[in-house]
T-cell receptor
Framework: QQQVKQSPQSLIVQKGGISIINCAYE??????FPWYQQFPGKGPALLIA?????SEKKEGRFTISFNKSAKQFSLHIMDSQPGDSATYFC????????????FGQGTELSVKP | ETGVTQTPRHLVMGMTNKKSLKCEQH?????MYWYKQSAKKPLELMFV???????ENNSVPSRFSPECPNSSHLFLHLHTLQPEDSALYLC???????????????FGEGSRLTVL
């Protein structure tokens, strides 16, 4: 199966709160899991990515948690800011085919001041 | 110009028209992609060109015809489209490597297509 399922579809968080977005995949051959961020009127841009040899990767306020046995991964945004308001997409692919991404449906995040 | 640029940004066409979308990347990458973004649906990979050779055609209807004349330019030729083809069409590029690698995608801002 090639699907990547993402939840929730939309998320409202207060400034300073933690935003959590979850994704689940089916194909156990996938070994590259990026998150892309898209602002209105712009194309998606890579935010952070992880490979399954680690369970967590942190870059600033953004953390990916990865659970290989459950075939799930999540994005945590700490100290969420209004400027983080955007649509977030999880994705998966084979590492040697990193551009051929299977995307989740997207989560529209709104951070209220 | 920097990054990935797409023209036109907006296009309205009738079902019998023929039009083309253009993409140009200024990043020196060797792989280019067309993705389709519809509301409330995942981005869908349509075509992949690596080193100017089409390496992926993801069961896309023949009314969409890609062209990659060189590693910097990518076109999507459109003809006899249907209203359900209305979407944002995103072009992306990456640096493909025979050794593998993440191949981070760099997207353009997209061409918003409306088919009447």
């Amino acid at each position: 199966q090639q699907q990547v399922k993402q939840s929730p579809q939309s998320l409202i968080v207060q400034k300073g709160g933690i935003s959590i977005i979850n994704c689940a995949y089916e194909n156990t051959a996938f070994d590259y899991f990026p998150w892309y961020q898209q602002f209105p009127g712009k194309g998606p841009a890579l935010l952070i990515a992880i490979r399954p040899d680690v369970s967590e990767k942190k870059e600033g306020r953004f953390t990916i948690s990865f659970n290989k046995s459950a075939k799930q991964f999540s994005l945590h945004i700490m100290d969420s800011q209004p400027g983080d308001s955007a649509t977030y997409f999880c994705a998966a692919s084979l590492y040697n085919q990193g551009g051929k991404l299977i995307f989740g449906q997207g989560t529209e995040l709104s951070v209220k001041p | 110009e920097t990054g990935v640029t797409q023209t036109p940004r907006h296009l309205v066409m009738g079902m019998t028209n023929k039009k083309s979308l253009k993409c140009e990347q200024h990043l020196g990458h060797n792989a280019m992609y067309w993705y389709k973004q519809s509301a409330k649906k995942p981005l869908e990979l349509m075509f992949v060109y690596s080193l100017e050779e089409r390496v992926e055609n993801n069961s896309v209807p023949s009314r969409f015809s890609p062209e990659c004349p060189n590693s910097s330019h990518l076109f999507l030729h459109l003809h006899t489209l249907q209203p359900e083809d209305s979407a944002l069409y995103l072009c992306a590029s990456s640096q493909a490597s025979l050794a593998g690698g993440e191949g981070e995608l760099f997207f353009g801002e997209g061409s918003r297509l409306t088919v009447l």
